[in-house]
């Protein structure tokens, strides 16, 4: 009964995060042609605009941190592996528990942080600091989001990793399955 509800709370998370990383990657083809468009007024109409590169910056930031958690959740973030692969399956669990608790003690610094920019850039109305001026409050809404896309996945990893090291079994034998079904729904949109 306790692992059918761990894996749900993992699967659950699994999709919210799916979700977020490939809603920001919608995000590549507008970031794309914010700077073609950029380009082309610079140096064949001779008139740069104003607000492009802000909106660059800002897109770029939301790509990197909002996919971060579906690059965490695909495993593709960089480890010791020298260390990491020399270990048995059950370590490298341990050794994800105490990485993951770092992570999740870092990111709810940073979350903490960004509610208090925001909560400043609300009240002193922060503007960045160009000839376009847009607001900062977006982009520190963007940053608790991301930290807490990125905290709900660090506790499915770190659950998954726990029924490992104590059961000798992966929580989530539907992990292939659903990846499956992600790819289809990718292919479904696309076709759109």
Aim: proline share 2%.
């Amino acid at each position: 009964m306790l692992s059918k509800v761990l894996a749900a709370y993992c699967l659950g998370v699994n999709r919210i995060v799916y979700w977020v990383g490939v809603s920001a990657s919608v995000l590549m083809p507008i970031l794309a042609a914010t700077v073609a468009f950029e380009v082309f007024s610079r140096y064949v109409l001779g008139e740069p605009t104003i607000w492009a590169y802000d909106v660059s910056l800002f897109l770029f930031g939301y790509i990197a941190a909002l996919g971060g958690a579906l690059a965490q959740q695909n495993k593709a973030h960089i480890n010791v592996d020298v260390l990491y692969l020399s270990v048995s399956m059950r370590v490298r669990s341990v050794f994800n528990l105490f990485s993951y608790s770092l992570a999740i003690f870092f990111l709810s610094v940073v979350l903490m942080m960004a509610f208090g920019k925001f909560e400043e850039a609300v009240e002193f109305n922060y503007r960045r600091q160009s000839e376009w001026a847009p607001s900062m409050a977006h982009f520190w809404v963007m940053m608790m989001v991301a930290c807490g896309a990125f905290i709900i996945q660090f506790t499915s990893d770190i659950l998954q990793d726990l029924y490992f090291v104590f059961t000798g079994k992966t929580l989530l034998k539907q992990e292939a399955e659903f990846s499956e079904q992600q790819e289809e729904l990718v292919e479904q949109a696309g076709d759109a």
